[in-house]
């Protein structure tokens, strides 16, 4: 049956309509039902090793258009829906973004789970089954407010297996009911499985916000993506959440071992577990105690579970490498104890340096050197992410394991990155360079051959107004904002973190703004675009995005600055504002403090795009700088080796650059009478000494220097053809950036699945 069949057969059996009298809602669910089925129906890929992606997120997006992509079956879906005068935009409306996830960690497992299952490797994903998200971002009073964000109806994407574990916490079980959802391969025939554990008996929504009794472990376990961890009852959630997940994962990998006639001897030869970030750790012990319960000795469960267990790590911030007291795991899963203390005894027995035990002396277990000690590979995200962790961040660790160390630059999918949510673009690639860059990123450099051909160039240019103009049609449906599509749209959409620095950019649209007061008119409009979620207990970050609504209501109502600058904070930012977002950017702001971002993965989405980066050179960043070159990149800032050096001597003084003439009126302007009129003066005092006083992350360091290159940036987009070119040239270097490449890469170093 070909698609047309299939739907119908569908809308008759559930509706008793034909799919042409059907409303969008039923004929959407008819089509998710129809592509589920299918993707169900594939055979897992062949493959002698098996990965298990484990992540506390999977930040997914919406399906629909994703898995007909996959399932070759988008162009047939959309031409079918044309005739009949609908259109998949239009059905995916009906849609629900799954609350998988909530930023850059997330969305990256997501991406590889598409790429893993597009390159044939046997993979699945592991996650838990989150029923409210993070929240859902409402502003009012130019305030984030959160609520719930429900995502799960009658029908979902999730096919229930029947299949459930019981989790032994201390003092209680818990069932862990699994389900699944589908993930199609591009090009293969065959479908991997993102796993979800779930409680059996999930609370409702709380309602009001997103406060909930953090002690009811059976029922909200499942509730919320990191439920605020500000008190010990939220603290004890996490690792209640961390437990569920890696013993109930633990369990479903020795299941599936034995299903596939292996002995539990055999693990790492049959079983690779990647451990995304710190906080699936406790998957080792866990699987250490299971196989002991099977029988093997300590030494040989240590053994297997060591060349099994691979670690990546995202971030050198202090604050997100977990150390969770000793107490808690005594309280939650007890039963780990005597492996933890036995194999902190052999870290030790390892190394004499202290740095590098797993038990620390005020009684807690340091996560990331548990996977390090008893992982066979730790890998970075990005080249200069990694040579910070050789050589400063996890130097003691490297000089102890110099072979467990290796770079693994992420990537995106192009398939929903480029093919789905810019369909223009892709036409054109198409049409200009033939189609094989859709299964071979790489191919997109056979653009630059057009580098001298104005029409190409003229027509990337009218691509990218189309999708403006597409941006300011959502903008003005669901927000009711009305852009001027002629104005550079100067985007930075990321979760709020003050080393993201959107503080930073925020005092540039401080300076434009009293430019523009001062009657010093930019030689075209500028829209500055953000979009950002706080977390909940992260009082600056709130602030921060209160500055940003101020500026924004302060702008919208002056009508001598209103023409000319533009300040818009999408509310909820998710996967399908990024899809609308980042094709219609010109400008993509990348300006994390040089060290701190370890790879960021938006940047890549941009660039393949078509928009032009302004960044520090950190991350990512650094090797977009090397493939496009000076010329297609602004680069600004202090060095990640400046940066390093300053945290290391504890010299950073924000107040002596604060007191630099160009940047004193800026930072001042947060307690001015014109912003302190809109905004809440507390919230404005507490940033603007934050500031003054501390900048941790160092805005005012490099302030003056990304204003004058933004500037340059600004200058350079009137150029148009000059711009085209950059734009082409973006593009044409983005395949390196595909998340095809990626795993190909841990594939080959790492898991070696055939
Ligand atoms: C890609 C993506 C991110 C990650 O963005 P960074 O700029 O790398 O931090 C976060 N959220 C969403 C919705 C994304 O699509």
Redo the contacts with the bound molecule.
């Keep these: 049956m070909n698609l047309s069949q299939r739907l119908r057969a569908k809308t008759l059996e559930r509706y008793q309509l034909p799919p042409e009298q059907c409303d969008d809602a039923q004929l959407f669910h008819a089509l998710m039902a129809v592509t589920q089925q299918l993707a169900a129906a594939r055979p897992a890929p062949a493959g002698a090793r098996k990965l298990y992606y484990f992540s506390a997120e999977f ?1 997914m997006g919406k399906l629909l258009s994703n898995n007909l992509l996959a399932l070759g079956l988008f162009e047939e879906a959309r031409e079918l829906l044309a005739g009949m005068g609908r259109s998949l935009s239009a059905l995916e409306e009906q849609e629900r973004e799954p609350s998988l996830g909530n ?2 960690l997330g ?1 990256l497992a997501a991406c590889f789970l598409d790429s893993i299952a597009a390159l044939g490797l046997n993979g699945d994903g592991v996650g838990l089954n989150y029923h409210y998200g993070l929240f859902r971002q409402k502003f009012q009073d130019l305030k984030q407010h959160e609520e719930p964000d429900p995502w799960l109806e009658a029908e979902s994407w999730l096919i229930p297996t029947g299949r459930s574990f019981s989790v032994p916490f201390g003092g209680f079980t818990l069932q862990a009911v699994l389900y699944d959802i589908a993930i199609p391969g591009a090009h293969t025939g065959t479908a991997g499985r993102l796993h979800l554990f779930d409680v059996e008996r999930p609370a409702p929504a709380p309602a009001h916000g997103i406060a909930f009794d953090k002690g009811d472990i059976p029922h909200c376990l499942t509730s919320f993506l990191y439920p605020d961890d500000s008190d010990q009852a939220g603290q004890l959630l996490r690792v209640y959440q961390q437990y569920f997940l890696v013993s109930a994962g633990a369990q479903l990998i020795l299941a599936q071992l034995e299903e596939r006639g292996f002995s539990p001897e055999t693990l790492s030869q049959h079983v690779a577990v990647q451990i995304n970030d710190t906080h699936p750790s406790m998957v080792i012990p866990e699987l250490i105690r299971l196989l002991l319960e099977r029988g093997l000795s300590m030494e040989a469960a240590i053994e297997q579970v060591s060349h099994t267990c691979a670690y990546t790590n995202h971030t050198i911030l202090a604050e997100a490498l977990e150390k969770w007291p000793l107490s808690f795991i005594e309280t939650v899963a007890p039963q780990l104890l005597p492996i933890l203390r036995e194999l902190d005894r052999r870290a030790r027995a390892r190394s004499d340096d202290p740095r590098t035990a797993i038990l620390y002396g005020e009684g807690r277990v340091h996560m990331a050197d548990l996977d390090i000690h008893f992982g066979y590979s730790v890998n970075g995200v990005a080249a200069l992410h990694t040579e910070i962790l050789k050589h400063t961040e996890l130097k003691p660790f490297y000089d102890l394991y110099p072979e467990k160390f290796h770079n693994k630059t992420n990537g995106v999918t192009f398939r929903r990155w480029l093919e789905v949510c810019n369909p223009a673009l892709s036409d054109f690639l198409t049409a200009r360079i033939g189609p094989g860059w859709k299964t071979d990123p790489a191919a997109l450099e056979e653009l630059l051959a057009l580098e001298g051909d104005d029409a190409a160039l003229e027509e990337l240019l009218a691509i990218k107004r189309a999708n403006k103009e597409r941006l300011c049609r959502a903008l003005r449906a669901r927000q009711g904002v009305e852009l001027d599509v002629e104005s550079i749209f100067d985007i930075q959409v ?2 709020l973190h003050e080393y993201k620095r959107q503080q930073m950019n925020a005092l540039y649209v401080i300076y434009k703004y009293l430019e523009i007061k001062g009657g010093r008119l930019p030689a075209r409009p500028i829209t500055v675009l953000f979009g950002a979620k706080a977390a909940p207990a992260y009082e600056m970050a709130k602030h921060i995005i209160h500055l940003i609504l101020s500026l924004q209501a302060l702008i919208d109502a002056d009508p001598q600055v209103r023409p000319w600058l533009r300040v818009v904070m999408v509310e909820n ?3 399908s504002w ?1 899809e609308q977002l980042i094709p219609a950017c010109d400008l993509s702001e990348q300006i994390s403090l040089a060290s701190k971002e370890a790879s ?4 890549m ?1 941009f660039m393949a795009n078509g928009a032009v980066t302004l960044g520090t050179l950190d991350g990512a960043n650094v090797e977009i700088a090397q493939l496009v070159g000076p010329e297609n990149i602004y680069t600004f800032g202090a060095s990640s080796q400046e940066v390093i050096r300053l945290y290391q001597e504890g010299s950073y003084r924000s107040l002596e650059h604060y007191h630099r003439p160009g940047v004193e009126y800026l930072v001042d302007f947060l307690v001015s009478p014109e912003l302190l009129s809109v905004g809440d003066p507390a919230a404005l005092a507490a940033l603007w000494r934050d500031m003054k006083h501390k900048d941790y992350f160092m805005a005012l360091l490099d302030v003056e220097d990304y204003i004058s290159v933004k500037e340059r940036a600004l200058a350079g987009y009137e150029d148009r053809p000059a711009w085209a070119r950059k734009m082409l040239f973006n593009i044409a270097k983005s395949g390196y950036f595909s998340s095809d490449r990626t795993i190909a890469e841990y594939n080959r170093d790492i898991w070696r699945l055939h």
């Design positions: 930040l930023g850059g969305r990321k979760r930012y998710n996967v990024a960021g993965t938006g940047k989405k």
